[in-house]
Structure formats: C-alpha cells, structure tokens
Nanobody
Framework: VQLQASGGGAVQAGGSLRLSCAAAARTFSWYGMGWFRQAPGKEREYVASISWSGGRTYYAESVKGRFTISRDNAKNTVLLQMNSLKPEDTAVYYC?????????????????WGQGTLVTVSS
C-alpha cells in the first residue's frame, strides 16, 4: 500500500487546512486509516483515526471538536479537516493504514505509512 499525504501549508492561528491522503491499494476499503503528527523535537503522536467503513472515528483529546477525519472509499482517500488551528498544531502530519481495519490509536498498530506533509501555524 502506498500512501501520499498532501494539503499541508502555513496558516495563521484560527485558520483551517484540509489534509488529504491518497492510497494506491485495490483493497483500500479494508484498512483502518489514521493521522499522526510529529513536532520538532517531539515524538510522533496520534491525531485521529477512522475504521474501514467510516462508521467509527476517534480523536486525540487535543484535537477533538476541531479536527474531523473522513474517508471516501470510492476514491481511495482519507481527509483530515483541521479548523481553529493553534500554534501547537504545528507538525509534520502522516497518514497510515491499519490492516485490521479498526482505526487503531497507536502507531505500532499501523502497517503502512505515507510521507509527511508539513503544517505550520503561526500566532
């Protein structure tokens, strides 16, 4: 499975960005998908995830109510809508695929990773 994340950029605090992750996989709809992020000097952290059907979504407390994860299995795409961005959201964001399809919340549960896309939020 190849994953390609895009949509990062620079935005002011309070602004919005939408990240997209395109998957090259005939069986994309089987996978749970997740977003993680890594800020400079920090460990990678969980952001949000979604089950194979899209029926279940999960969020880190730090983004709950501001970020929304969704997927379009017909287009092999998962999105992360990020609103009310804060400077502490600045990080490289990664999408990942989980073979079990549940939308796990821990990085070791993921089997495939895309390259990151940089999000910079200025105050």
């Amino acid at each position: 499975v190849q994953l390609q994340a895009s949509g990062g950029g620079a935005v002011q605090a309070g602004g919005s960005l939408r990240l997209s992750c395109a998957a090259a996989a005939r069986t994309f709809s089987w996978y749970g998908m997740g977003w993680f992020r890594q800020a400079p000097g920090k460990e990678r952290e969980y952001v949000a995830s979604i089950s194979w059907s899209g029926g279940r979504t999960y969020y880190a407390e730090s983004v709950k109510g501001r970020f929304t994860i969704s997927r379009d299995n017909a287009k092999n795409t998962v999105l992360l809508q990020m609103n009310s961005l804060k400077p502490e959201d600045t990080a490289v964001y990664y999408c990942a695929a989980d073979l079990y399809g549940l939308g796990a919340q821990a990085a070791p549960e993921y089997d495939y990773w895309g390259q990151g896309t940089l999000v910079t939020v200025s105050s």
